[in-house]
């Protein structure tokens, strides 16, 4: 089944306040999920350090190899929600925190009946920077805590 298209990583109108500041997440969570590298890296800062449950993978190219690689070839749906925002430092600087349910299966197995899962339930602290050049929010730090899981962890680990 062909993919479905991405909007573009600026929409128009340009989005302001709180909902520029969620789009970087969910352009973030959509990348990931639709598999779209452009729209994913329109998210994150060159030097974003993602940490799940304690252990930290700093920067774009370890982030591509250690997490988009393995998660963004998944058939994968993130659901965020309970977004609490706070913009700081005249706009330049944001914090955020999210709960979210991610659903993944093996590549291309999503939609095959009996399959095994991974069902992950999770709390999420991000902080934001504001693009100098192009007011567009990215994500700086990802703190992930997960609070359950059910299902099978070798989808996720690769095993």
């Known amino acids: 089944?062909?993919?479905?298209?991405?909007?573009?990583?600026?929409?128009?109108?340009?989005?302001?306040?709180?909902?520029?500041?969620?789009?970087?997440?969910?352009?973030?969570?959509?990348g990931l999920d639709s598999n779209d590298k452009d729209l994913f890296d329109?998210?994150?800062?060159?030097?974003?350090?993602?940490?799940?449950?304690?252990?930290?993978t700093q920067g774009r190219e370890a982030i591509h190899s250690e997490l988009f690689g393995r998660i963004g070839k998944l058939d994968t749906t993130h659901h965020i929600t309970n977004l609490r925002i706070n913009i700081l430092?005249?706009?330049?600087?944001?914090?955020?925190?999210?709960?979210?349910?991610?659903?993944?299966?093996?590549?291309?197995?999503?939609?095959?009946?009996?399959?095994?899962?991974?069902?992950?339930?999770?709390?999420?602290?991000?902080?934001?920077?504001?693009?100098?050049?192009?007011g567009q929010w990215r994500v700086e730090k990802f703190d992930m805590k997960t609070n359950w899981a059910q299902g099978e962890w070798s989808i996720l680990l690769g095993n």
């Open 1 to 30: 089944m062909a993919a479905i298209p991405s909007l573009p990583a600026t929409l128009s109108p340009p989005l302001s306040g709180r909902d520029a500041v969620a789009d970087a997440l969910y352009r973030l969570i959509l």
């Open 89 to 134: 430092d005249g706009e330049k600087k944001a914090s955020l925190t999210a709960i979210a349910l991610a659903q993944h299966y093996n590549e291309g197995k999503g939609m095959a009946p009996e399959q095994p899962y991974l069902l992950i339930g999770s709390l999420y602290r991000i902080e934001l920077v504001k693009g100098e050049s192009d």
């Open 42 to 56: 329109s998210a994150i800062t060159d030097d974003m350090a993602f940490t799940v449950n304690g252990k930290t």
